[in-house]
C-alpha cells in the first residue's frame, strides 16, 4: 500500500488566483495520476505521469497543468482559478497493477 | 456504451444480508481488475484485485471473475451498516495503457 499525500485538504479561493495542489508519495511509484470527482458523479482522470518529465493529459478536458520534476511529487496548477473549478482533485499513485488514491483536496471557487 | 457499467443503485439490503455488486466491461483484452469502496466525501480505497477467472475471497469479500462473460462481481457477507458506500468497479486496459477505467459506481445502502 501507498503513502500519498495531498495539500491543502482544503481550499477556498477567490476568482483569479492562482493555485497548485500538491500530491507526493513515499513509495517511489513511477505512474502518478490526477482525478476530478463532483459531488455524487464519477471520476474523471484529468492528467497522468509515468516517470519524471513524463506527463499526458487525460480523458478530460482540464485547464490544469501538471509537471513531473520528482518521482515524488506530482503538483497540478491552475494559473487562474473559476467558479468552474470547483470540485475535489485525487491524486494516485501506482505500483504493479494496483493503484492507491491520496486524500484528496476539495477546492471551492468563489 | 461506456467501457464499466454499473447499476447505479441505490442497492439496499438488510444488516447481515449477502450484497451483490456487479460490473461489466467492454474491453476483451482487459487483464486486471478492482473494486474500490468509496464513502461520500472521502477518496476511493482498494478493497479487491483479481486477475484470473474464478472466486476470490478475503474476509467478507468475495471477488469474482469471468472473462468470457465481461462480468465481474463483487460480494460482500454479513453485510453491516459501516459498508454503506458507494463501490466502484475499475478495469485496466489492454493494449499496455496504464490507465484504470471506473465505472460510475453503484451505492450501497445497508440498514439495521
Known amino acids: 500500500e501507498a503513502d500519498i499525500y495531498q495539500t491543502p485538504r482544503y481550499l477556498v479561493i477567490g476568482t483569479g488566483k492562482k493555485i497548485t495542489l500538491e500530491c507526493s508519495q513515499t513509495?517511489?511509484?513511477?505512474?502518478m495520476y490526477w482525478y476530478q470527482q463532483d459531488p455524487g458523479m464519477e471520476l474523471h482522470l484529468i492528467h497522468y505521469?509515468?516517470?519524471?518529465?513524463?506527463?499526458e493529459k487525460g480523458d478530460l478536458s482540464s485547464e490544469s497543468t501538471v509537471s513531473r520534476i520528482r518521482t515524488e511529487h506530482f503538483p497540478l496548477t491552475l494559473e487562474s482559478a473559476r467558479p468552474s473549478h470547483t470540485s475535489q482533485y485525487l491524486c494516485?499513485?501506482?505500483?504493479?497493477?494496483?493503484?492507491?488514491f491520496g486524500p484528496g483536496t476539495r477546492l471551492t471557487v468563489t | 456504451q461506456k467501457e464499466v457499467e454499473q447499476n447505479s443503485g441505490p442497492l439496499s439490503v438488510p444488516e447481515g444480508a449477502i450484497a451483490s455488486l456487479n460490473c461489466t466491461y467492454s474491453?476483451?483484452?482487459?487483464?486486471?481488475f478492482f473494486w474500490y469502496r468509496q464513502y461520500s466525501g472521502k477518496s476511493p480505497e482498494l478493497i479487491m484485485s483479481?486477475?484470473?477467472?474464478g472466486d476470490k475471497e478475503d474476509g467478507r469479500f468475495t471477488a469474482q471473475l469471468n472473462k468470457a462473460s465481461q462480468y465481474v462481481s463483487l460480494l460482500i457477507r454479513d453485510s453491516q451498516p459501516s459498508d454503506s458506500a458507494t463501490y466502484l468497479c475499475?478495469?485496466?486496459?489492454?493494449?499496455?495503457?496504464?490507465?484504470?477505467?471506473f465505472g460510475a459506481g453503484t451505492r450501497l445502502a445497508v440498514h439495521p
Open positions: 494516485a499513485s501506482r505500483q504493479g497493477y494496483e493503484q492507491y
Open positions: 513509495m517511489g511509484h513511477d505512474k
Open positions: 505521469s509515468y516517470g519524471v518529465n513524463s506527463t
Open positions: 474491453d476483451r483484452g482487459s487483464q486486471s
Open positions: 483479481i486477475y484470473s477467472n
Open positions: 475499475a478495469v485496466n486496459r489492454s493494449g499496455g495503457y496504464n490507465k484504470l477505467i
